[in-house]
């Protein structure tokens, strides 16, 4: 069973640099196909692609966010961890961690909710 | 707003069959699968179709997914008050780097 978890602040200030962690069970990020990355939904509208990183370490960003967006990977401890500089009180979101497996994206975490504000 | 484009609503009575549409274009739905996700209120979306028709194990064959062109299309068969969610389609595109692109979502109501 593949599951995933989302941990890190609740509320961070304008400027400051968001520090995500997914912790995942059920599967290794070793594993060719597989990828791990974060989708973020703002309160009350869609949903919105950050970015992904795969099994043999190659990353994808969102065009609109890769000069702020980095995405690593601890092997080790079977988590991804997400990166996100210069907040805004756009950002403020539910962000959730995602496994991918071949194009698909199929398992979601529940998702943490991150509000931007000074 | 969105590369897909999704109707914001719909809505349908139990035991009615409703559609969701989803447009896109050449880069992404023209060129790749269509994802659909379900998203009941208070909860993380859920896959229920992957690529363009296929069915995850445990949903439901009361939904189901088709594509032709740039657009596609997912529909609920015997609709049941459960069903009541927010709809989002998805899909790879390549225009000007990897990027996953979703719809607005469409707001389905049970009447």
């Known amino acids: 069973q593949i599951t995933l978890k989302e941990s890190g602040p609740t509320l961070v200030k304008p400027t400051q640099t968001l520090t995500l962690t997914c912790t995942f069970s059920g599967f290794s990020l070793t594993t060719s196909g597989v990828a791990v990355g974060w989708i973020r939904q703002p309160p009350g509208k869609a949903l919105e692609w950050l970015g992904l990183?795969?099994?043999?370490?190659?990353?994808r960003y969102n065009p609109s966010l890769w000069s702020r967006l980095t995405i690593t990977k601890v092997t080790s401890k079977n988590q991804i961890v997400l990166s996100l500089t210069n907040m805004d009180p756009v950002d403020t979101a539910t962000y959730y961690c995602?496994?991918?497996?071949?194009?698909?994206?199929?398992?979601w975490g529940q998702g943490t909710l991150v509000t931007v504000s000074s | 707003q969105s590369v897909l484009t999704q109707p914001p609503s719909a809505s349908g009575t139990p035991g009615q069959r409703v559609t969701i549409s989803c447009s896109g274009s050449k880069s992404n739905i023209g060129s790749d699968d269509v994802f659909w996700y379900q998203q009941l209120p208070g909860t993380a979306p859920k896959l229920l179709i992957y690529k363009n028709d296929q069915r995850p194990s445990g949903v439901p064959d009361r939904f189901s997914g088709s594509k032709s062109g740039t657009s596609a299309s997912l529909a609920i068969s015997g609709l049941r008050s459960e069903d009541e969610a927010d709809y989002y389609c998805a899909a790879w595109d390549d225009s000007r780097s990897v990027n996953y692109v979703f719809g607005g979502g469409t707001k389905l109501t049970v009447l």
């Open positions: 995602v496994h991918g497996v071949s194009g698909t994206l199929d398992n």
């Open positions: 990183i795969y099994w043999d370490g190659d990353k």
